[in-house]
C-alpha cells in the first residue's frame, strides 16, 4: 500500500510519498513540494532533514543504537579489527581471511609518501596545528596522482587512491606531529599492523626505540573502530557534498577533515581536556563550572556533552568509559582528569537543565583520557578521530557517487534588501 504524507497550504492539499528505511524509520519525500505548492522547506542545521538514502551506517539516537552495515557497534569494538571493519565500510561486508589479507596488502604497499612531500613539512611554522598540516597535504596528495581530478576514472583507479588514501593518511599524521615536537620523521614499518606502524612512527625516535605496547594497539585499535562513520554528521556530509560537485576523492576528505577540526565536531576531544584542566587548575570545583554550562550568559559549554541525535545515551561514550578504567589500569597510569570527568558526569546527569535537554557524555567526553594514556598529545586528538573517520568518509563518498547522487546544493529564504538603487561612491 501506498504510504503519503499530506500538506496542505493556501486550501490546496499535497501529497507526498512517504519512504521507509529498513529499520523503519520513515521520511516524507519532498522533492515535488515546490513545483506544486512554491514552498521550500526550511531547516536550518538540518536539524530534521535527510540528505540520502544510505545503507552505511544506522542509528537510532533515542535508542542508543549504532550499527555498521547492519553489526552493533558493541560487537565490533569487542570482537573485529580496524582494518576488518574498513574493509566492512569500503566493501560492504566482513572480509574473509584472503580478502582481510589483500586488502591490508594493498593499504601497506602505500604507506609511503612522495619524497616530494618532506618538503611541505618543512615549510609549515613548528607549532603548526596538526590538523591544518593533514588537511592541506591530504589535499596535496591529489596533485601528486593527477589521474585522480578525472571524474571518468574507472574503478580501479577510484580503488588505487582509496588505497593510497589509508595508507598514507596514518604517515602524514605521524609526520605532521614530529614536525609538532620538531623530532626526525619516521618512516613507515609494513611488517606492523595498522595501528602498531601509527604508534611507531609517532613516538620512534633515533636516541631511543619504541617499545609496542599490545594493550596500546588494541586501544588504539577499538578507538578507531568506534569513530569510523557516524552516518551524515557534518563532516560526512561535508565529504558527499563537496564530492559531488566532481571534485577529486582527495580534496573530498580534506574537506571532511577540516569540517572535523570544529570544537562542536571532532575538535571536541581536544576542548574536553583543555576544559578538564582548566577545571583542575581552577580547584576541580564541578559544581561551579555546570553553573557556568547551563548559564545563558556564558560562552562556556561542557564540552563533550550533548548531541545532534544522540538524545538518550552515546552508545560509542558507553564503550569509551569502560574503555578508559581498564586502559588505565592496564596501563598503571593515574589521571586526576577521569575524576573530574565522572563527577561532572554525575552532578550534570542528575541536574534537571542537563536531563530535560537530553545531555549525555558523548564519544568524546573520555576519549581524550584514553589518548592521553596512550601517550598520544592533545593537538593529535582530532587528527586521532579522522583516522579513524577515513573508511567512513571514503565508503559514503563511494555511495554517493556509485547512486550518481545530483550536486548537493540546498535552496534558502532570503530576508535581504530588495529592489535598492546603486548609488555613485561620491554620493553615498
Ligand atoms: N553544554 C551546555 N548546554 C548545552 C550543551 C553543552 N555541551 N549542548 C547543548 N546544550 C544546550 C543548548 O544551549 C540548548 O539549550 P536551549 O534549548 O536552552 O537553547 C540545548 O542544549 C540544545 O542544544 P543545541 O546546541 O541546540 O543542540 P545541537 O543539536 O544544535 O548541538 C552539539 C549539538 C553537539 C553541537 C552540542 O550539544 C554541543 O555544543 N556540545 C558540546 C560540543 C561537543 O561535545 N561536540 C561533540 C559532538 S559528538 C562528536 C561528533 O560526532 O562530532
Not at 519532498?30 to 530534521?48: P, Q
Not at 544506522?58 to 542508543?64: N, R, S, W, Y
Not at 609518501?113 to 593533514?134: L, N
Not at 559544581?287 to 544522540?310: C, S, T
Request: hydrophobic share 40%.
Amino acid at each position: 500500500m501506498e504510504d503519503f504524507a499530506e500538506v496542505t497550504y493556501n486550501g490546496k492539499t499535497f501529497k507526498l510519498p512517504v519512504t521507509t528505511g529498513t529499520e523503519n524509520e520513515k521520511a516524507m519525500d519532498i522533492a515535488t513540494l515546490r513545483s506544486a505548492s512554491g514552498l521550500i522547506t526550511l531547516d536550518s542545521g538540518f536539524k530534521n532533514t535527510g540528505a540520502t538514502k544510505s545503507s552505511i551506517t544506522f542509528l537510532d539516537g533515542e535508542k542508543g543504537i549504532l550499527k555498521y552495515r547492519g553489526y552493533a557497534i558493541e560487537d565490533l569494538a569487542e570482537k573485529s579489527s580496524f582494518m576488518e571493519v574498513s574493509h566492512l565500510l569500503i566493501h560492504g561486508h566482513l572480509p574473509n581471511k584472503t580478502e582481510l589479507e589483500s586488502f591490508n596488502n594493498n593499504i601497506k604497499k602505500h604507506t609511503l609518501v612522495h619524497e616530494d612531500m618532506r618538503k611541505f613539512f618543512d615549510a609549515y611554522p613548528s607549532k603548526a596545528h596538526p590538523m591544518g598540516v593533514v588537511a592541506s597535504l591530504v589535499c596535496s596528495l591529489s596533485t601528486f596522482y593527477p589521474e585522480s581530478q578525472n571524474p571518468n576514472r574507472s574503478k580501479e583507479e577510484t580503488m588505487l587512491t582509496i588505497y593510497r588514501l589509508m595508507g598514507k593518511m596514518p604517515t602524514i599524521s605521524a609526520w605532521a606531529y614530529k614536525n609538532l615536537v620538531g623530532h626526525p620523521r619516521v618512516y613507515p614499518t609494513n611488517k606492523l599492523d595498522y595501528a602498531a606502524n601509527f604508534l611507531n612512527m609517532m613516538f620512534d625516535l633515533p636516541s631511543q626505540k619504541y617499545e609496542l605496547n599490545a594493550a596500546v594497539v588494541k586501544a588504539l585499535d577499538m578507538l578507531l573502530i568506534l569513530h569510523a562513520d557516524h552516518e551524515q554528521n557534518c563532516s560526512t556530509s561535508t565529504v558527499r557534498i563537496v564530492g559531488s560537485s566532481q571534485a577529486n576523492l582527495y580534496s573530498s576528505i580534506s574537506a571532511g577533515v577540516v569540517a572535523l577540526w570544529g570544537p562542536l565536531h571532532g575538535g571536541a576531544n581536544q576542548a574536553v581536556i583543555e576544559m578538564l584542566e582548566k577545571i583542575q587548575k581552577d580547584g576541580g570545583n564541578v559544581e561551579k563550572w555546570i553553573q557556568k554550562a547551563k548559564d545563558k550568559n556564558d560562552p562556556f559549554r561542557l564540552m563533550g556533552f550533548g548531541h545532534r541525535v544522540y538524545k538518550n545515551f552515546d552508545p560509542r561514550a558507553k564503550i569509551i568509559k569502560k574503555a578508559c578504567d581498564d586502559v588505565l589500569k592496564e596501563l598503571g597510569v593515574q589521571d586526576p582528569l577521569i575524576d573530574i570527568a565522572k563527577s561532572l558526569e554525575e552532578v550534570a546527569l542528575s541536574d534537571d537543565y542537563f536531563k530535560e535537554r537530553n545531555l549525555y557524555p558523548n564519544v568524546d567526553f573520555y576519549s581524550g583520557i584514553i589518548y592521553k594514556a596512550l601517550g598520544i598529545p592533545t593537538e593529535m586528538f582530532t587528527v586521532m578521530f579522522a583516522l579513524g573517520r577515513l573508511p567512513g568518509w571514503i565508503s559514503q563518498w563511494q555511495e554517493m557517487i556509485g547512486n550518481n547522487e545530483p550536486i548537493g546544493r540546498p535552496r534558502q529564504i532570503y530576508i535581504g534588501d530588495i529592489d535598492k538603487k546603486y548609488v555613485p561612491i561620491e554620493k553615498r
